[in-house]
């Protein structure tokens, strides 16, 4: 997988995920990693999935065209991030129970602590009017 960039398909109706990703803006200070919230129209195509499989988990799509979903998409963002591949050489190791976690997480996002939602706070970018 590609650690040079790529695209990260997000919940922005998730204040965790909200939260999640500015975490990782912080750490992309090369900016190789671009981020979409899949209620964005053009989102999902952007990492070759449908709204549904977005809702269900992050999507990535690398700049070398492979895609991941759930733990593996936050590995392989955060490598992009980090220009390293020592997320997803940790992944490799452990990634029965980051999955494990990963969908732990998924399914009670709503009630984990974030922050304002990024479609509550950009709706234009939600495809959503103001």
């Not at 200070?29 to 964005?40: C, I």
């Not at 479609?119 to 009017?129: I, L, N, Q, T, V």
């Amino acid at each position: 997988m590609n650690v040079t960039g790529g695209t990260l398909v997000f919940d922005g109706d998730c204040g965790f995920c909200t939260r999640s990703l500015g975490w990782l803006r912080l750490l992309d200070t090369k900016h190789r990693v671009t981020t979409a919230p899949f209620q964005r129209p053009d989102a999902p195509m952007m990492v070759d999935a449908t709204p549904e499989q977005c809702a269900a988990a992050l999507r990535w799509k690398g700049s070398d065209g492979t895609t991941a979903e759930g733990a593996a998409a936050i590995n392989a963002a955060l490598s992009a991030a980090l220009h390293t591949d020592l997320p997803l050489r940790v992944y490799r190791h452990t990634q029965a129970v980051q999955e494990r976690l990963y969908d732990w997480v998924a399914r009670h996002r709503g009630r984990l602590p974030g922050m304002t939602p990024w479609c509550e706070r950009f709706p234009a970018d939600c495809g959503r009017s103001g």
